[in-house]
């Protein structure tokens, strides 16, 4: 099956700093979502982007499909953005595969 | 408040006990999954439903079942549980609006089999 790699497995930053998480996958897919963990274990939705690039905030997601990876830019990150973020795809209808997670960690 | 209504949230089994955890939706989507997530991992898919009346196996089914009672109700069904069984289970619907999946979590169920 499909696989989902996604790295650094663990990031710590210092408020303000920003990240770059990276999300590679092995196959063409339909679909790719990202997803924030809180430290409390809701999961959000934070994008659906199988292509192109989106922002929302100081969150911003490229896929470049073509290559088979995906960015999740976070920028002057602050406490509120810890917890795992995950990026998922779905290379069958209905079938969102997960990535093993990145683990952000923001300290004041 | 809008969402997917997990219950219980949290129980615990013996060994060869049986349950039901049961999901909620009120947003109207069709598809409707079941995902198991285990410390230090991803979520791995359990089934799904892409519609009412209809259900399918994800990554690992093997000890599981499920109903698709209705259009909001999707549930899932230990019949033996296995120590292998504990982790945090999830609950989640989505849908495709104006050519955009978003999809709904679950707060999550966590199981403990002793």
């Known amino acids: 099956g499909i696989q989902v790699e996604q790295s650094p497995p663990d990031l710590i930053l210092q408020e303000g700093a920003n990240s770059t998480l990276r999300c590679n996958f092995s196959?063409?897919?339909?679909?790719l979502q990202w997803f924030h963990q809180n430290p409390w274990g809701q999961l959000i939705n934070l994008f659906y982007i199988p292509s192109g690039t989106k922002q929302n905030g100081r969150l911003s997601a490229t896929t470049v499909a073509t290559e088979r990876y995906s960015l999740l830019y976070i920028s002057s990150s602050q406490t509120t953005d810890s917890g795992v973020y995950f990026c998922?795809?779905?290379?069958?209808?209905?079938?969102?595969?997960f990535g093993t997670g990145t683990r952000l960690q923001v300290f004041p | 408040n809008a969402g997917v209504t997990q219950t219980p949230k949290f129980q615990v089994l013996k060994t060869g006990q049986s349950m039901t955890l049961q999901c909620a939706q009120d947003?109207?989507?069709?598809?409707m999954y079941w995902y198991r997530q285990d410390p230090g991992m991803g979520l791995r898919l359990i089934y799904y439903s892409a519609s009412e009346g209809t259900t399918d196996k994800g990554e690992v089914p093997n000890g599981y079942n499920v109903s698709r009672l209705n259009k909001r109700e999707f549930s899932l069904r230990l019949e033996s549980a296995a120590p292998s069984q504990t982790s945090v289970y999830f609950c989640?619907?989505?849908?495709?609006?104006?050519?955009?999946?978003?999809?709904?979590f679950g707060s999550g169920t966590r199981l403990t089999v002793v």
């Open positions: 196959d063409s897919v339909n679909n």
């Open positions: 947003m109207n989507h069709n598809s």
């Open positions: 989640a619907s989505s849908e495709a609006r104006q050519g955009e999946y978003g999809y709904t």
């Open positions: 998922a795809v779905e290379p069958d209808t209905d079938k969102l595969i």
